[in-house]
């Protein structure tokens, strides 16, 4: 157990379509880290908050938007769903959030199937 | 464009034997390595790292190399069990955020 918890645990939509995917970081870190793992492909980066505040993005749709709340734990919300959105999302958390690495700890993923 | 990769999409040894998996990467400005092991319906746990400046690192059965001329890094695990199955994926630390390769998919046979 990572420390990590990410729900749901899976979520079945239509096209079309906005979901929200919740996940709440190890006590005591402020970086949060969204990556979509799509069928056999590696994790693909997309957006980092730390301690509330946006600090790097990767290939996130515009579609996709972020946020970090007070409590530090983060959603992640997909609209206008499309069939390729179908994947594994996991949340990853470190303490810090930039410059040299620090180790993330992951969640056990929400699987997202578009239908 | 594939920053990190992991050409072998899978690989089966027998118990005992050596594992080698490898990774190859194009970016010069990754300065961290780490290779992750992933069971299914788990996230991705950390198994071990290198830093740019070193050439290997060992923790117990687990060794990594890593080739900077070659942009080329490899996990050695030896020897290998059953309990090893499962994906790995190579990842590399650019400053801001980990780049994953797709994963190789490790089978130990008993």
């Known amino acids: 157990d990572s420390g990590v918890t990410q729900t749901p645990k899976h979520l079945i939509t239509a096209t079309g379509q906005r979901v929200t995917l919740r996940c709440s970081p190890r006590?005591?870190?402020?970086?949060v880290y969204w990556y979509q793992q799509s069928l056999d492909q590696g994790l693909q980066f997309l957006i980092q908050?730390?301690?509330?505040?946006?600090?790097a993005k990767g290939n996130i749709l515009e579609r996709f938007s972020a946020q970090q709340f007070p409590d530090l734990h983060s959603e992640l919300n997909l609209s206008s769903l499309e069939l390729g959105d179908s994947a594994l999302y996991f949340c990853?958390?470190?303490?810090?959030?930039?410059?040299?690495?620090?180790?993330?700890?992951f969640g056990p993923g929400t699987r997202l199937t578009v239908l | 464009d594939q920053q990190v990769k992991q050409n072998s999409p899978s690989l089966s040894v027998q118990e005992g034997r050596i594992s080698i998996l490898n990774c190859d990467y194009t970016?010069?400005?990754?300065?961290?390595f780490l290779w992750y092991k992933k069971y299914p319906a788990e996230g991705p746990t950390f198994l071990i790292s290198?830093?740019?400046?070193?050439d290997k690192n060992e923790d117990g059965r687990f060794t990594v190399f890593l080739n900077k001329s070659a942009k080329h890094l490899s996990l050695h695990i030896v020897p290998s069990q059953p309990g090893d199955s499962a994906v790995y994926f190579c990842?590399?630390?650019?400053?801001?955020?980990?780049?994953f390769g797709s994963g190789t998919r490790l089978q130990v046979q008993p």
């Open positions: 990853a958390s470190s303490v810090q959030g930039s410059g040299s690495y620090n180790e993330q700890f």
């Open positions: 006590s005591g870190d402020l970086s």
């Open positions: 908050y730390y301690n509330g505040e946006e600090r």
């Open positions: 970016n010069s400005m990754f300065d961290y």
């Open positions: 290198i830093s740019s400046i070193k």
């Open positions: 990842a590399a630390w650019g400053r801001r955020a980990l780049t």
